[in-house]
């Protein structure tokens, strides 16, 4: 139990375009989901608290215009690089509440042109 | 703010050595502790968690951690490690509202066959 999916795996754009990435919750329901960056060999960032049914939570420094968050069920939220540029090429990784506990999803590595 | 620390950055030991990371954390109420393992090429996976009780926690594949409140520690350890035990370690901590987790830098293991 507990299995959470990223689509896609990974993804290559050009500078300017937008990004969609999803996150599921196969096999339970969250009303809370969580989105990361990691850099190489680096630990994870967290960017954002997804909230269902309400507008998400962003961390300090993070700027909610680029990155849109949209959590429209208890088994989706999609976080969308707007505009993305070189330097937002990184690994994204989303995690889900159960109960206390976050399972993660494999990530999505972006690679802007 | 809270923080989390991992003290070793990179470990490198033999088959059937035991291994220990340390962790401590910084926060003076109530936490929730979690380790978290990342194999080469796949998603954080969920090790161990403790959040009441005996704070001698048994989690997958022979690894246990124990908290010690006084030191806001919470130290991983493993009798006999394997080849296959390579990976990066996260320790992670969930305190106050809204289950964020604060990562610590991630520990990475070798282990030589």
């Known amino acids: 139990g507990a299995v959470v999916s990223q689509h896609p795996s990974r993804v290559i754009c050009k500078s300017g375009t937008s990004v969609k990435i999803e996150c599921r919750s196969l096999?339970?329901?969250?009303?809370?989901m969580f989105w990361y960056r990691q850099f190489p060999k680096q630990s994870l960032m967290l960017m954002a608290t997804?909230?269902?049914?309400?507008?998400?939570?962003?961390e300090q420094g993070v700027e909610k215009d680029k990155f849109l968050i949209n959590h429209a069920s208890l088994t989706l939220s999609t976080l969308t690089v707007t505009s993305a540029h070189p330097e937002d090429s990184s690994f994204y990784i989303c995690?889900?509440?159960?109960?206390?506990?976050?399972?993660f999803g494999p990530g999505t590595r972006l690679l802007v042109l | 703010a809270q923080s989390v620390s991992q003290h070793n950055h990179h470990v490198i030991l033999s088959e059937a050595a035991s291994l220990e990371l340390g962790c401590n954390y910084s926060?003076?109420?109530?936490?929730?502790l979690f380790w978290y393992v990342q194999y080469p090429g796949q998603h954080l996976q969920l090790l161990l968690k403790?959040?009441?009780?005996?704070?001698l926690v048994k989690g997958i594949k022979g690894f246990e951690a124990e908290f010690i409140k006084s030191k806001f520690s919470f130290n991983l350890r493993k009798p006999s490690v394997q080849w296959s035990d390579t990976a990066e370690y996260f320790c992670?901590?969930?305190?106050?509202?809204?289950?964020?987790?604060?990562f610590g830098g991630g520990t990475r293991v070798l282990v030589k066959p």
């Open positions: 995690s889900a509440n159960q109960g206390e506990t976050q399972y």
């Open positions: 992670a901590v969930n305190a106050g509202a809204g289950n964020k987790l604060t």
């Open positions: 403790y959040f009441s009780g005996d704070p």
């Open positions: 926060y003076g109420g109530t936490v929730n």
């Open positions: 096999d339970f329901q969250a009303t809370t």
């Open positions: 997804s909230n269902e049914g309400s507008k998400a939570t962003y």
